[in-house]
C-alpha cells in the first residue's frame, strides 16, 4: 500500500516550460487535492476534484490544469511556468464516511522556475 | 476569498507545558481538521471534527469546533521534543462538500 505518490519529487523549469505534475493513490479515495505551499505559508488549494470525472478550481487556479485520468490519478499541468510558480507542490486524497477522515498527502513535488 | 487565520503565528515552549492554539474565520465551516507537518514531508491529519460545540482528542492532542463555527481549537497537553513542527487548521465550508482549505499554520518550537 504506496499510499498518495508524486511524480517527480524535484524539478527545475525555464520561464515558459511546461511540464505535468503527476498524482496516484490506491486507497480508492473519492476525491483528491493539489496544493501549493511557499515558505512561511500554509497550502493554498489549486484544483480538486470530488471524484472521477469532476474537477474545480480552489484559491489559487491561474496558470494550472488538472486531469482527472481516473479514479487514481489526479495530474496538475503548468502551461507556461513562470518563477511566481516556484513553490512545494503537494497532492493529496480523501475519502469521508459516516463521520469519518482519511486523507493523506504525497511527498511533495519541489518546483523550480527559472 | 475564503480565508483562515491561525494564532499564534509561532511558539517556544518548554518540554512538558501545555499548548493551545486556534484557527478562526468569518465564515461558517462544517468540518475543521486539524493537521501537523514535519519538515520536508507532507501534513498529516491529527484530529477531525463535524459538529459545533464538538470535543475530540487524539493521545495528548483536544481540538474542538467552535459553538459559533466560524472557530476551533487544538491543546497539547505535556509537550514533549517530537511536538516540533507546523500545525495547519483546514476547514470545509458550509457551502462546499469537498473543498478543504488551509490556514497559514501555527509554527512550535519545544524546548527541552
Known amino acids: 500500500n504506496a499510499g498518495v505518490t508524486q511524480t517527480p519529487k524535484f524539478q527545475v523549469l525555464k520561464t515558459g516550460q511546461s511540464m505535468t505534475l503527476q498524482c496516484a493513490q490506491d486507497?480508492?479515495?473519492?476525491?483528491m487535492y493539489w496544493y501549493r505551499q511557499d515558505p512561511g505559508m500554509g497550502l493554498r488549494l489549486i484544483y480538486y476534484?470530488?471524484?472521477?470525472?469532476?474537477?474545480d478550481k480552489g484559491e489559487v487556479p491561474n496558470g494550472y490544469n488538472v486531469s482527472r485520468l481516473n479514479k487514481r490519478e489526479f495530474s496538475l499541468r503548468l502551461e507556461s511556468a513562470a518563477p511566481s510558480q516556484t513553490s512545494v507542490y503537494f497532492c493529496?486524497?480523501?475519502?469521508?464516511?459516516?463521520?469519518?477522515?482519511?486523507?493523506?498527502f504525497g511527498p511533495g513535488t519541489r518546483l523550480t522556475v527559472l | 476569498g475564503q480565508q483562515l487565520n491561525q494564532s499564534p503565528q509561532s511558539m517556544f515552549i518548554q518540554e512538558g507545558e501545555d499548548v493551545s492554539m486556534n484557527c478562526t474565520s468569518s465564515?461558517?465551516?462544517?468540518?475543521w481538521l486539524w493537521y501537523k507537518q514535519d519538515p520536508g514531508e507532507g501534513p498529516v491529519l491529527l484530529i477531525a471534527?463535524?459538529?459545533?460545540?464538538e470535543l475530540t482528542s487524539n493521545g495528548r492532542l483536544t481540538a474542538q469546533f467552535g459553538i459559533t463555527r466560524k472557530d476551533s481549537f487544538l491543546n497539547i497537553s505535556a509537550s514533549i521534543p517530537s511536538d516540533v513542527g507546523i500545525y495547519f487548521c483546514?476547514?470545509?465550508?458550509?457551502?462546499?462538500?469537498?473543498?478543504?482549505?488551509f490556514g497559514p499554520g501555527t509554527s512550535l518550537s519545544v524546548i527541552p
Open positions: 483546514a476547514g470545509l465550508l458550509k457551502t462546499s462538500y469537498d473543498k478543504v482549505i
Open positions: 471534527l463535524y459538529k459545533a460545540g
Open positions: 476534484s470530488a471524484s472521477e470525472g469532476t474537477t
Open positions: 486507497m480508492n479515495h473519492n476525491s
Open positions: 493529496a486524497s480523501r475519502f469521508f464516511l459516516a463521520g469519518g477522515d482519511e486523507q493523506f
Open positions: 465564515s461558517i465551516f462544517n468540518t
